[in-house]
């Protein structure tokens, strides 16, 4: 909006013609031209080059010394039938579910609470804040010595209580949990601070109304504050699919020393996510071409989630519009 | 608690704290269900700090005990001797306020001059190149990780610092962000009058961009330090000289090699988290109030 207005403001130069001559141009608006190019310039060198070079790479064989093979999609074929990359798949989606809904559900409790007339405000919020800007390696470092079988805080307070132990960075299951609850733990925070910006950006002449209607707290929140903020949720669904489908800090730290191959994600690779286990394609076993198709691989994956996010929290508004529309075609 | 109150009045609407007031006029016992939820809540949060330093106080023999000591011990330094005689944690920790410090100079630099310019000058082409820099948001960065190896390896960098700071030094998430606030908070009039004092678009854009974009600039750059202080894939991928490395790849080394040393492996990682949660105490404020804002117009 603002840019249009300052375009109308800032006519060409001198007052001359709407559609300077091309070879204008550059002499004119060489200055802006120079200030946006290190952008174009470092995302063509990169972020595209490397993104078509990958694609090329996934189709083949290549150690990173010796000559590149091309074969075609026998990096794909066998990337259909490897159980450890379908292994990787599972745990990613089960880690990111886990986490993500739980997560997204205590933010938005938080931000509620928060957009109260409270005190200590200020403080509550950096609390929460916190866990999102110290790095993962030393968390990670930290989380595991709470989740240590043998002298871990967690199982130290389970013996304590009279209940049995638990594998937290051995056995299958507990591996995943541990891992969600690390991502809990260090985004719930975030997204409460994300939610909060959107509680406070919604008009209160709304509340007020529901308030004269004798509306509870409760009704209140869903039916004024989940549907206003439904734009605001979906940022954070994006943001943490993408996120939960690339984790690897967490289990790479983590399960560094929890037995296993080094970056395989822990003992029976429960712990390994789709990242890791292109980390450990590409940089263990130098098998650079099946990491390009992993990393393509993942790429599906992310859009499709993306799709689908897009669908499920998109207004409903706007789905009603397109089905009538296309009623009306058919019509 | 009036400045907290400032704080978030002028991030929504200013009528906002009368209504939130309205809100909560209820009764004592709810605020404090409310109060006693947000302290439980906040008390997780920090706990693994506590932690953290708890267990770096501690020896190793102590952290291995049952039950467990929750309290500070006598070793702190003794640990923090031990991880600097054993890895080049503090070369480590320089290395990481250089390529940092670089990087949130240069994306404050970079980021600001094609913002001003998108914000505030109208040129061919202007709308489409936008459009295109909006579309980069949605490649993810670790599609290629193997590709960005290799290219920088041909480019002779890896090992190098390089190689960290120069291919996120302009990004499309600051340029965005600045945009917003340069397009809504600096006048046209002003650009107009700097124009007819005989100022370029250099001069303008320092002596009228950069004044008016300076809170939007401080987020950015406490952002990027803080991004870049915690990059890890990259660096475990790039830094392939052991003598030359950032503080979350020696960390995690002085973890792999010494996993049993728990009091110093912990002392480690107290040094690498300490300067940043300064750095965040600073700048909590901008932090905090811009990404939500970053959120909504997202």
Known sequence: MASTSSAATLPARAGTEDVPRRRGVLARYWPQYVAIAPFYVLFLVFGLFPVAYSFYLSLTEWDGASEITFVGLAQYQYLLGDARFWNAVGNTLIIWVGSTVPMLFFALLIAFLLHQNIRFKGAYRIAFFLPNVT???????????????????????????????????????????????????RWTGYNAIIYLAGLQAIPTELYDAAKVDGASTWRQFVSITVPMLRPVILFTVITSTIGGLSLFTEPQVLLANAGGNENSGGPGEAGMTIVLYQYNQAFTQFDFGYASAIAWALFVLASVFAIINWRLVRDREGLVDRRRRRGGEAR | MSTTDLGTARLGDPTQQRADRAIVRRSRAGRVVIHVCLVLAALLSIFPFYWLVAMATQSTAEIFGYPPKLTFGGQLLANVRDVVTSIDLLDALLNTVFVAGASAVLVMLFDSLAAFAFAKYRFPGRDKLFVVLLVTFLLPGSLSLVPSFILVSRLGWVGGFESLIIPGMANAFGIFLLRQIASSSIDDSLIESARIDGAGFFKTWWFVGVPMMRGGLAFLGIFTFIAQWNDYVWPLIVLVDPERQTLQTALQSLNTIYNTEYGMVMAGALISVVPLIVVFALGARHLIANIGAGALKG
């Open chain 1, 135 to 185: 790095s993962m390696v030393a968390m990670a470092i930290v989380f595991g010595s709470v989740f240590s079988d043998s002298f871990g805080l967690a199982n130290g307070l389970l013996r304590g209580l009279g209940l049995p132990e638990v594998g937290w960075l051995t056995e299958g299951w507990s591996i995943k949990l541990t891992l969600i609850l690390m991502v809990i733990w």
